[in-house]
């Protein structure tokens, strides 16, 4: 087999976990070809792989079970090793031993042809190392570059779909408005649906959109700031103080638990505006899934090890058991939800969690189904500014 001018052609000596790592990243690298494993252990791990992929193996001095000539023998009086065959082939030219052998590493040095380079194992891990690290990042990047290209579509979606929509809502709020003349009973009911309809599927647009926008930034793309706690809850719970009042849900902002003030006064590093829209979903969701006169308690503390923690509680529905699991994933509503609430789209709690994470923040449910929710954020606390 000839290979082409810019390929790297590698051996693999030993066939344990190191050389199964190394054959799966090396198998992903175009310019690369594995022309064979060495193994003295015929159930070595990397053995099937290297198979299935159609190297050639060669085990304790066989290849595939038949004997080699010349190897791991005497021939014409002289010793040979069972990787002289690496001598024969010159166009090898990376070794890499994975034994970590020193008595493999020497024979291998022997054998090899001066085309060669042998890295030991302690080098061939460091490229290991090296080649995931590249590979991660690379996958980090399509990933990137990927959802970049759904942001945009959707944003274009979403546009088209946001005119119309809107334009359906300004309709019906001049009919509404009785500018159109007296309108009877039943049709302002069905008018009153309508535009609920169209505010929900706006909602439920707006929250996509910026679903996917936050999938096309990593933390280095969040505009931190120090802020405080307090205001940012404070913002959250006003964005949603007309909603809880056309539900009957009263708000209550548990005053700051903050021991000691000087030294914690409630500042975190966080991306402002991020940090209230996830609040935001918590306290809108402990509004929307509260009963009739259900009151929502916002609470902030401070615990000794210098961490605040947030807890949005409610008394509403609750989340089943079974369902807690799946909150946080895209799309996903539990059905006692979806009778209680029918404009909710699923995507609220996916956005408080890849917010959380973004910050490196911890973001947690609890919950009993017909008693209650509680959401806590717990994130450090930074330092006072002197
Ligand atoms: P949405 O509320 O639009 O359905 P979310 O992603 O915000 O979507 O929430 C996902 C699901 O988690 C909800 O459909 C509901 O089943 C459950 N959930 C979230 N918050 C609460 C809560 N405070 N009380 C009861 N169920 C909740």
Known sequence: MTAAHDTTIVAIVGAGPLARAMLETLMGVASVEIRCVFSADPDAPALALARENGIRCHIDGRIDGHVEDGVDGRVNGRVVSRFDVLAADAEVNLILETTGEPDVLTAVEAAASPNSLVLDAAATRGVLRLLSGQRESLERDITRRENAEKARYLRQASHQIKSPLSSIQSSVNVILGGYTGEIPERTREVMEKIHARCDAALSGLAKRRLLADLRCVDHDGL???????????????????????????EIQVAP???????????????????????LSELVENAVVYSEEHGVVEVSVDARPDGRLMVAVRDHGIGIPERCLPRIFDEDYRADPAVQHYLDGVGLGLTIAREIADLHGFDLTAQSEEGRGSVFTLSVPAAPAVP
């Open 223 to 249: 505009e931190m700031d120090s802020v405080r706690l307090a205001t940012m809850v404070r913002e959250a719970v006003d964005l949603h103080a007309a909603l809880a009042s056309q539900r009957g849900v």
């Open 256 to 278: 700051h638990d903050v021991p000691d003030l000087a030294r914690w006064p409630d500042l975190v590093r966080c991306d402002h505006q991020k940090m209230v829209a996830l």
